[in-house]
């Protein structure tokens, strides 16, 4: 079993938090898109929100989900095939995280109707969700 985590990181310019996935396994990764409007990427990094370098702008690592072993695979080849969005202005990294979520539940890779889940995507949106 591994867990998935929604990474809140402080911006390191602007006023929005940087959001990305974080896949807790022996082997961890983190998802997201850096840069900005209109040239974000992915980048997918084998690391721990906790032993990055971005670690002292850490805010809080949210869990969203538990994800059985065999749907690691298909979890990583579904957020590597992710849109990214350079066409709308207001599109961003909290977006990227959101979407990616959606579509794992789509895939029944992450249960939607988990309280985990919907606690850990609200908890995220309340508070980290925007502008600050």
């Given amino acids: ?43 997918t990094s084998h690391e721990t929100p906790e032993t990055s370098s971005r670690r002292d702008r850490l805010v809080e690592s949210i869990h969203v989900g538990d994800i059985n072993t065999v749907d690691i695979e298909q979890l990583k080849e579904k957020i590597n095939i992710q849109h990214v969005d350079n066409e709308t202005v207001e599109w961003n990294c909290q977006d990227y995280v959101l979407e990616a979520l959606e579509s794992l539940v789509e895939e029944c890779i992450v249960d939607g109707d988990d309280e985990v889940y919907v606690d850990g995507v609200e908890r995220a949106k309340r508070k980290y969700y925007g502008p600050m």
């Fill in 1 to 43: 079993m591994a867990a998935l985590f929604i990474a809140i990181y402080k911006p390191l310019e602007g006023n929005y938090y940087h959001w990305a996935l974080h896949l807790q396994t022996p082997h961890p990764l983190i998802f997201e898109v850096t840069g900005s409007h209109p040239s974000f990427s992915t980048q």
